[in-house]
Nanobody, 115 residues
Framework: QVQLVESGGGLVQPGGSLRLSCAVS????????LGWYRQALGKQRELVAT???????NYADSVKGRFTISRDNAKNTVYLQMNSLKPEDTARYYC?????????WGQGTQVTVSS
C-alpha cells in the first residue's frame, strides 16, 4: 500500500527557512499529483501547494513567492522549500498523493515560526 512520511519540520524564527520532505513508498510515484496542506490550531486544513506529474505547480496566494514545491521522481520524494517564514505559517504540514479516484495522506510534520 501507499505510505507517505513527512520530515523536516521544526521551530524556526520569522524570516527563516525550512525544507520539508515527503517520501512516498508503495506506488508508481511519477504518475501522482502531490500536494502540501497545512492545518493550524482552530483552522481547517488548507491547500498550500500542488505539483502535477508534468511538474506544473499551483500555490496558495498566502505563500506565493515564498514557498516552492518540487519533486524528485528518482527518489520518490516531494519537497516544500519554505523561505521568509512568518508566524502565520505555523501549522502542521501534511503531504498528499493522489490520482483520479485515489488519494493518500501522510502523518504530518509540525512547523512553528516564532521568536
Amino acid at each position: 500500500q501507499v505510505q507517505l512520511v513527512e520530515s523536516g519540520g521544526g521551530l524556526v524564527q520569522p524570516g527563516g527557512s525550512l525544507r520539508l520532505s515527503c517520501a512516498v513508498s508503495g506506488s508508481i510515484f511519477s504518475i501522482y499529483t502531490l500536494g502540501w496542506y497545512r492545518q493550524a490550531l482552530g483552522k481547517q486544513r488548507e491547500l498550500v501547494a500542488t505539483i502535477f506529474s508534468t511538474r506544473s505547480t499551483n500555490y496558495a496566494d498566502s505563500v506565493k513567492g515564498r514557498f516552492t514545491i518540487s519533486r524528485d521522481n528518482a527518489k520518490n520524494t516531494v519537497y516544500l522549500q519554505m523561505n521568509s517564514l512568518k508566524p502565520e505559517d505555523t501549522a502542521r504540514y501534511y503531504c498528499k498523493a493522489e490520482r483520479p479516484g485515489l488519494y493518500y495522506w501522510g502523518q504530518g510534520t509540525q512547523v512553528t515560526v516564532s521568536s
